[in-house]
């Protein structure tokens, strides 16, 4: 219920030995369009971490944020900072490789940012068959990517820097929102079968340039509070009730 | 249009000065429960890698299968062999350098195997950083997503060893399926909202055993040609139709 | 003068545009005695950063800060979360490669944590060799080390948890410090002329736990905002006078 | 005495259970002059270890083939694909460490290749030290080394593309072969006595294109089924009998 | 008391269980100016550590030098070869698990080149961590660098084929100064009160061009074998001593 | 004609403009039975690359010897100290980018252990392709081993402490030889004619003990100073002529 960063040694001793499960935030420093800051990836996902750890009260601990991911397809935007894939891996093995020495062996990693599922799925897999310690994955914009569709529009691509994540950013941290530069779309390469959802699906990565010319999708012009808090009230609920069922379920201990 | 293997270095260089990408095969050797091949996985990937090769004509090459992948989720079953992350990464890079160095800058991998997802995208993404190399990942559970769940039968999990597998298997290579030990549904722990699609999706790495005490999943005896035909056919429709548009449209060249 | 990350891109760009030099605070989650936080070297490091960039103008960039550090021999006690060497060095070399991406080739990574200053100034040599990028390090314990001893009792230990750091932890966020748990001076080994400054000087690690009984050091109680401010003044008045001179003298230009 | 491939995971079970040790073909995809495919290394390797396989009954099992090896000594020739060393070491690593985890400590490496043998032998070293896994390497070239010089004519580099890799070829699989390009004796740099065997020998990694012109060695057009049979033949009955003894033999066990 | 390069295995037995410390001595190939030997730091390291030895009697075994450090600064002046940072953690890293596996858990490295040090701190730190093995750095430059200021003149920097290393190798071994070359103060860069010691100090690298013309500091015409011996039997005062308790105290036993 | 640790770097400016080619020995430290000193390896090798670099004059530079190598099968007895290969690689590496970096392009490392040939073979061949330098290997057991036979008892293994290598050492070091420790045929294992040449030949790593109960080979009381000149002699021969040939020849340039 308490990040862990607030706490004594002596008090962690205590969080700890209580806890079940420790939640880290990870996101990335990328440009996020005309109207929203570069830390809005690792700013959505501190407050959802943050407000799923009080949920859990006693049963979770809160680790630091990490602020970088990978980012490379948005290099071409300034500002953005990138990881390399191997150097991710390695920070969530060793930070979990430190949980199982403080007696955690589940962990929640609460992501905002889409270009960091690969790196975290991967190793989520190598530190369960190695430390035994098993990792989840928590991604917005899969974890209630049922609900967001009911804000597109055609023709568009969607969750970053467009009304959703804007939207998100509102909830989470208004000062994130750069209200004079929200502008309309912007012009984007039309939208394609393949490598856009739905439909069918190819895996293809590209300079994220290629998908918008200002850096943002959608038009966040139509974010709102409103909409904001309904998808992280909905993340909120959903995350709290896998979480719970992570520490209870038998079946989700990790592997031996 | 024909696999580089059989071809000698002087066809060899005809063939890769006329070609504008190169397709991989990629798969596993796991177990697929009591009734399918460990091979199933390489054998569907090499079988459809084929056929779409043959579709392009002169405009591709295919290269060898890698018949070892991801799987260390199904260990606790007989005959699985996997591979680390970071050899699977590696692998895709030093070919795909190689290929660079035979003017090739354009790849498509077919990857037969769920579990190569994630390194796949990872590696495609360093890969077009720093070679000048753009890779393409298809797969199967992927780019036909939209029509299996046609033959879905709510309470089960699929895309292993189930019906639709299965299906393809009779299509691309009959001997894969043992259909003398085609069994119904294997005893199965109940599907999770949380872990398992449709709905909320959260990664969660676990033993494959937890999800099938036989290593299946759904109910392989409903396989049969005609599902896999419909489903490889319009599998190589859209695979043949990206392909296309990915050595034609100038959007997709490799960044600079 | 801004945090890069509350910035946008179109607002990053004109920022590096006009910057000669981006600082990155780092630090760690490790145990700090019984009165101070987890968070404590990587609050300090990022309060010593923010007033960096603040008198820097628009010569410098601020990056977001690195929460976790080196701190192997704090394990012993709960909540310490550490990376391994080859992380930190692969953090540094990835945010420094993107910088040069941005156009800045001067980085001063400023250092809450003096178990970071081996792997920082490791990493400072080879990015400096492969990166055509100047890294400095700015430790407080390093740079006003000549100030902190008139601070000193004799028999003790300092530059942990102790008034020293904690008289920092005052200046710079107050809140973490946790006065009602502040006692005298914990149960210590005595010191030895060799593996302790000053005189004679052997680099020998060991566990935290063989140093002090409780994790800190020296008599905490004896900490004071005064001391802070004069220290953090200190720290501030060399800092940025050192950076000024990074920024135009020739002889400090990245290697070519 | 079954390919793993074609088994499903319960006749795994039961093969591993009886089997002493794993074969794993290993080879290349790379130039080999106007007359023979590409695939002509792995080939070889596949078919040697399938019928070493067959020999051995219930004491084998087979792994699938890698096809690809470290050939970038060739690279200058059309069609070659080359991993780096450190790709082979961990694939060589991770698919032992999979078969240690199915029970079989035994492994006989049937490489087709030569460029293979450096890493082969490194990588069975550091797997004996780490793994409790012995792995015995096997390469035609040398096994039966002392049987292929009586096909030698003077003045000739032997055993690639040559008359004796031709004729394993057309013992092995016969469409490896393209008679109608089998052509006499390629311009190529005069044998060099230290370079070069039979005499003193020092080791110089070369490109293949100073050895040959067209990447071939020797006189292919003297290829015969005849001499492909005996040599396999003969390689075939050491390749049992070695590793009948490697089965039966306690020095051979795996070290403790 | 005995190197062990100069017994056989069986001496060696008896030696390794007699002994409760192994010495490394690590040095660089590199510039020393232009009277200095390029061995000189190693030839320094490997004289004090055979007399650390030999005072230790039976309880010290002396291990092989290793004449290659981390010096890339001084890659711009003639005949100076560099490892990189992970191949000198890695040398450090395998010498130290093949000592624990010959019974020796306590290793004192003698370092002749300050250059070496980060490494040889951070590759302390993680050998203890993972091997149970303690390992303690002795730097001539840091163990008695509260004497060596004696020597200095203001305006100068020391420590770097200046009179006082210069003085150094007249003890440990005269043939290393070219007395003939031996030439007054090079043009040197202005001390710098930020990156040069003493006062406030900051990490800077740079290249070594820009801290000397020559490659030399100080003036080295006033070395003398008087200054040389004085230092040398300090230092080994200091580093008998030292290792005296190193091997005694159980507070600097390994950690568990 | 001089080592470079002998020379200043004014010195090795010269030095190094008028050579052609660097000679790096390399060894191990390791058990070579009752007889002979650990460093038996390293010193022959380093007496060896004395003698060549001084019969090439001023076409060749010394570099310093590795004293460390891959004796991980001898870690069973006393003394022996080994590399990891990756560690092996790595040196070998960066010796020849600093190399590369003083204007040499052609190495030749000096090799007196067998079992770095492997490694140095891989190094060699990742070398030429990445760096442009061209490296050869040179080991006397390798160059001379058409006239080692000449020594052969049956029934015995040689090349590691036997009369062969003893007479070596002989010529090289007499140092190198406990006389009052030679003895007769140790217990070995019987000759297996495929992991034993001549004849058939298969790679199979095993620990030494398992090849001789004392460490030593062959009959070590039959070893003499004259057939250590003798095949010191021919060694040398052999070594200069080809390095006289690897200088001049332009086919024995680096790849481009």
Not at 30 to 55: F, N, Y
């Amino acid at each position: 219920m308490t990040a862990l960063s607030t706490l004594t040694t002596v008090e962690a001793a205590s969080a700890l030995a209580r806890a079940s499960v420790a939640i880290i935030p990870i996101g990335a420093t990328e440009q996020h369009g005309p109207h929203l800051d570069l830390r809005t990836d690792i700013a959505i996902a501190t407050e959802l971490a943050r407000r799923l750890d009080q949920s859990l009260g006693e049963r979770s601990i809160l680790c630091p944020p990490l602020a970088y991911g990978l980012s490379e397809h948005h290099l071409g935007f300034a500002g953005t900072l990138t990881l390399r894939p191997a150097t991710l891996l390695a920070f969530l093995r060793d930070v979990c490789e430190s949980l199982v020495a403080n007696g955690i062996t589940k962990v929640v990693v609460v992501n905002g940012h889409g270009g960091n599922t690969d790196a975290t799925r991967l190793a989520a897999r190598e530190i369960g068959r190695d430390l035994g310690c098993s990792v989840a994955h928590l991604m917005w914009g899969q974890l209630i990517g049922d609900l967001t569709p009911a804000y597109f529009e055609p023709g568009h691509r969607y969750h970053h820097a467009c009304e959703i994540e804007t939207s998100l950013a509102l909830e989470c941290d208004p000062s994130l929102v750069h209200t004079d530069a929200l502008t309309g779309p912007a012009e984007i390469a039309p939208l394609d079968g393949f490598t856009d959802s739905p439909g069918g699906r190819v895996d293809l990565p590209q300079p994220f340039s290629r998908w918008s010319a200002n850096g943002a999708l959608g038009d966040p012009r139509r974010a709102s509070p409103e909409i904001g808090k309904t998808l992280v009230d909905a993340f909120l609920d959903r995350a709290v009730a896998f979480t719970e069922q992570f520490i209870d379920d038998p079946a989700k201990e990790p592997a031996p």
